[in-house]
């Protein structure tokens, strides 16, 4: 089942472009990656994102954990970005 979150995606969408970190908070398991690794990259892709572009960290994923502190998640990020004016940033946090 596909839940498509309107709402949200449009808060984002709305958003987009003003030069301002967004941030999506909310409940363990509510769906925060969902939204943005699946619905917004779409959405970016759809409408001329290059996928190249778009930069995704899961900090709850331990595969990313040493990424969970602030200065190596900025090296790291640095690391990939490739063009600063059109790299789209999508990292979900981590929470206990």
Do not use: Q, W
Request: proline fraction near 2%; include cysteine.
């Amino acid at each position: 089942m596909n839940i498509v979150r309107k709402r949200y995606l449009e808060a984002l969408k709305n958003r987009m472009n003003n030069g301002l970190i967004k941030v999506v908070t909310g409940v363990r398991r509510c769906g925060k990656s969902y939204l943005l690794f699946e619905l917004f990259c779409d959405f970016l892709i759809k409408n001329g994102v290059d996928e190249n572009c778009i930069i995704k960290i899961a900090l709850d994923d331990d595969i990313n954990e040493s990424f969970r502190e602030p200065k190596k998640l900025s090296e790291h990020i640095r690391s990939l970005v490739k063009d600063s004016e059109n790299e789209v940033i999508l990292c979900v946090p981590y929470t206990d």
